[in-house]
Nanobody, 117 residues
Framework: QVQLVESGGGLVQAGGSLRLSCAASGRTFSNYVIGWFRQAPGKGREFLVASSWSGGRPYYSDSVKGRFTGSRDNAKNTAYLQMNSLKPEDTAVYYC??????????WGQGTQVTVSS
């Protein structure tokens, strides 16, 4: 079992930045790929970025490539999502997930990000 807790969400103006954190406890954090997802009102959950345990180059969706950066610190059992140049359409609940065998197995509770125009 892995417990994940996101933090760092909030209200920001368009063009601003936020950094989300995903703190993990339980089973060995470094065993998992950590993914970031979001869900906007009335829409399905969207994949954003995945960071492997080795710290290699993260994999990004086209919708956030160049604006968002995923990273992780295995020593701190924490993953991060740096979000720059935010747009109103980035407004959503953001989730982190521990991914095993290609599927999200454990989810955090989510953190709200609201971008005002």
């Amino acid at each position: 079992q892995v417990q994940l807790v996101e933090s760092g969400g909030g209200l920001v103006q368009a063009g601003g930045s936020l950094r989300l954190s995903c703190a993990a406890s339980g089973r060995t954090f470094s065993n998992y790929v950590i993914g970031w997802f979001r869900q906007a009102p009335g829409k399905g959950r969207e994949f954003l970025v995945a960071s492997s345990w080795s710290g290699g180059r993260p994999y990004y969706s086209d919708s956030v490539k160049g604006r968002f950066t995923g990273s992780r610190d295995n020593a701190k059992n924490t993953a991060y999502l740096q979000m720059n140049s935010l747009k109103p359409e980035d407004t959503a609940v953001y989730y982190c997930a521990a991914i095993e065998d290609g599927d999200p197995k454990y989810w955090g509770q989510g953190t709200q990000v609201t971008v005002s125009s």
